[in-house]
């Protein structure tokens, strides 16, 4: 009789190793849909639509595979098989599916919701700061004409004011993601979120010798740990320097910030992008073209249905050759061009989107952060 062993659980390496080969394998199918939708419905469609055709595609192959119970091309690299936690089972139809559901569509889902929920809680935070701001003046106003003391600010105008300065962070899942991480590097297990959700974990199809096993990576768990302790020793030092050098004007910070529109703090800080890099993302991708955005109503410049220059009009696109009129991103005509500071120019929409998902020009990599490209005018 042969004797019985205990298959044993897959390693960390070779887990991250399945997860590399899926994201290549996926990554070929995604070249092969975009390809499909530059041709069928042209690069601007293809280009808008890139995020949803990223979605499909990985829905598309995680449901060719790990759907109807196959491994994915990775595990089959690996020799590793999913199962159900410590009890050693496949995992079922319904667990399968709400692995992907949650890996795929989650993200998804919380990317386009996001930023309509920062959107009402900075909103919200703005209007009591103006309450706030109001109240504190007169406040001060009454303490100067009675020679007394003028009052601080009070403890939930600064708390508030500090939820508004950082409400991209806090509203951001990349501090869990990085946890999850950090404790698959010292425990082995779980490498995607999702599949600690559902309680996924990888075995070996085969008997694991001595001299089969594997170094794990709990340095680099070390590593990410000590880089979270520092990132929050120096928010946590950059917050209280900023609140003792205030100087009782809410939200006014270092005094290197700027009040747009009805209260909206804008950051003059070079090195401080993510609240005006809010305000912009926000006025490039409104939810509705027709309905006018804070920005546009703090500016001035109401919001066009259309595009403002047209490359027909010489007038006004001239300086432009006839062979550079078309934005690389897209291969169509410009719309609304605009130029970064290396010089190079694009469709604005274009450029944008490319700017949040990588701060880089497209063509000679320099850095190019959204709020430093420029549109253009005749």
Not at 67 to 90: A, K
Not at 277 to 300: G, M, R
Request: proline residues 5%; glycine residues 8%; aromatic residues 10%.
């Amino acid at each position: 009789m042969s004797r019985q062993f205990r298959y044993p659980f897959a390693d960390s390496p070779d887990i991250i190793r399945s997860h590399q080969k899926d994201a290549y394998f996926s990554g070929v199918l995604l070249e092969q849909l975009s390809t499909l939708l530059r041709k069928s419905y042209g690069a601007r469609f293809a280009h808008t639509y890139a995020s949803e055709a990223r979605v499909f595609g990985d829905v598309l192959y995680l449901g060719l595979t790990t759907l109807i119970g196959n491994r994915t091309l990775g595990e089959e690299y690996c020799d590793i098989v999913q199962i159900e936690g410590e009890n050693g089972r496949l995992p079922a139809l319904g667990r399968r599916a709400g692995y992907i559901l949650s890996c795929i569509l989650g993200p998804y889902m919380l990317g386009k919701a996001l930023p309509a929920f920062r959107r009402r809680i900075r909103a919200k935070l703005e209007a009591n700061m103006r309450k706030y701001a109001r109240t504190h003046a007169k406040a001060q106003q009454h303490a100067k004409e009675s020679g007394t003391k003028a009052p601080s600010m009070p403890l939930a105008a600064r708390l508030q004011n500090y939820l508004l300065q950082n409400l991209d962070t806090f509203t951001s899942p990349s501090p869990i993601h990085a946890i999850s991480l950090a404790t698959f590097y010292f425990a082995g297990s779980y490498y995607h979120l999702s599949k600690r959700l559902w309680n996924l974990r990888y075995i070996f199809t085969r008997k694991v010798e001595e001299s089969d096993q594997r170094v794990g990576y709990e340095v680099l768990g070390v590593l990410l740990i000590l880089q979270m302790a520092v990132q929050s020793y120096l928010h946590l030092q950059n917050t209280i320097s900023r609140d003792t050098v205030s100087t009782g004007a809410l939200g006014a910070g270092t005094g290197a910030t700027a009040i747009v529109g009805g209260g909206v703090e804008v950051s003059l800080d070079p090195n401080a992008y993510s609240p005006n890099n809010a305000l912009l993302f926000e006025a490039a991708n409104p939810a509705s073209s027709s309905a006018p955005t804070d920005l546009h109503k703090w500016t001035h410049t109401p919001a066009a249905d259309h595009a403002r220059y047209e490359l027909g009009d010489e007038g006004t696109m001239g300086w432009i050759g006839g062979d550079n009129r078309k934005c690389t991103l897209c291969l169509e005509e410009m719309k609304d061009p605009s130029v970064t500071t290396c010089g190079h120019v694009f469709c604005w929409t274009c450029i944008s989107d490319w700017a949040r998902e990588k701060p880089e020009c497209p063509l000679c990599r320099q850095s190019c952060l959204a709020q430093h490209v420029l549109p253009l005018r005749g």
